[in-house]
């Protein structure tokens, strides 16, 4: 029998139903309509204006004439087709907090899905370590919902190596459309050309980073624990450790690779969201959207 993650579906499910309304009310929702819609397109017509729509596309000399407000809409408007993908490598299977950085991620990943299909596009899945161990294509519904949901709680799927150049390499050849992709990830174990892989997806993708950290990610223990025996979650190597000793030089390390990250991120022109297993998700990612939405229409 296939182990299941301590993933609470339904009580995520009703915490996001809150958050929506808001996001809705900000018009956060149509942010995902207005990356790559509506501009530089052959205009095609006009239709009444929602609450769901951007108001920067209202045509106001139009609506004055039709007494209606309305927007435009162009030749190439579909829906949006959003990737999420989700680092399932060992480094993911930690935790020191109540959810393991996985479980974590997932309800994370579960989050970004709802939301878009509430905004009526799209969303796929790509779970990765060294290499893509699930692949869900993007579709819409309640059914596709529950097939995201399954191979996120799907335990099998997780464990291995990390390799984030492969897996957004898969994406740009497997994409056929221009979208948005959603990097689920602690970002631990970097290597190869992945700061060059994200410059080149950023031509085909808007490109979001949201990086999942345990608070022993980012420092040792305050307490004098003596000697612990810490493990490498790629080559399974076991190292004898005094946390006490060496905790500065550790937060250090730890932040000069977070800042090298993030420097990345900003000159690709792509966001980063940071987020900690030990506060929850929902407030960080609204005001992330807000702050984008702002970015975005400034």
């Known amino acids: 029998m296939v182990k299941r993650l301590r993933v ?7 915490e996001l ?3 929506i309304k808001m996001l809705i009310n900000t018009k956060i929702t149509s942010k995902y309509r207005s990356v790559y ?3 530089g397109l052959e205009f095609e017509d006009y239709r009444i204006y929602t609450p769901q729509d951007d108001a920067n596309r209202i045509d106001w000399k139009a609506s004055v004439r039709a007494n209606e407000i309305l927007i435009k809409l162009f030749k190439e408007e579909r829906e949006l087709n959003v990737y999420i993908l989700l680092d399932a490598s060992s480094s993911m299977i930690f935790g020191s907090t109540k959810k393991l950085k996985l479980e974590y991620a997932a309800e994370l990943a579960a989050s970004f899905a709802y939301f878009i299909l509430e905004a009526n596009d799209k969303v ?3 779970m990765f370590n060294d290499k893509i161990v699930k692949m869900i294509p993007p579709g819409n519904g309640k059914k596709h919902f529950y097939m995201l949901i399954n191979a996120l709680v799907n335990a099998e799927l997780y464990g291995g190596g990390y390799d984030l150049e492969n897996a957004v390499n898969f994406v740009m050849k497997t ?3 221009r979208g948005l992709l959603i990097i689920i990830s602690d970002f631990i174990g970097m290597r190869g050309e992945w700061e060059r892989t994200l410059r080149t997806a950023r031509a085909k993708f808007d490109v979001i980073g949201a990086m999942i950290r345990d608070p022993r990610d980012e420092v040792m223990p305050e ?5 612990v025996v810490v493990q490498d979650p790629y080559s399974s190597e076991n190292l004898l450790i005094s946390p006490k000793k060496i905790g500065e030089e550790y937060r ?7 800042n090298r990250i993030e420097t990345a991120f900003m000159k690709s022109n792509l966001d980063l969201l940071k987020l900690s297993t030990a506060e929850p998700f929902i407030r960080p990612l609204a005001e992330f959207f807000s702050k984008r939405r702002k ?3 400034r």
């Open 295 to 297: 970015w975005e229409w």
């Open 8 to 14: 609470d579906v339904v009580s995520l499910i009703k």
């Open 175 to 177: 994409s056929t459309e």
């Open 124 to 126: 796929g899945l790509v």
């Open 37 to 39: 819609k509506g501009k």
């Open 223 to 227: 307490e004098d624990v003596g000697q």
């Open 252 to 258: 250090k390390f730890v932040q000069t690779e977070e």
């Open 17 to 19: 139903e809150i958050i």
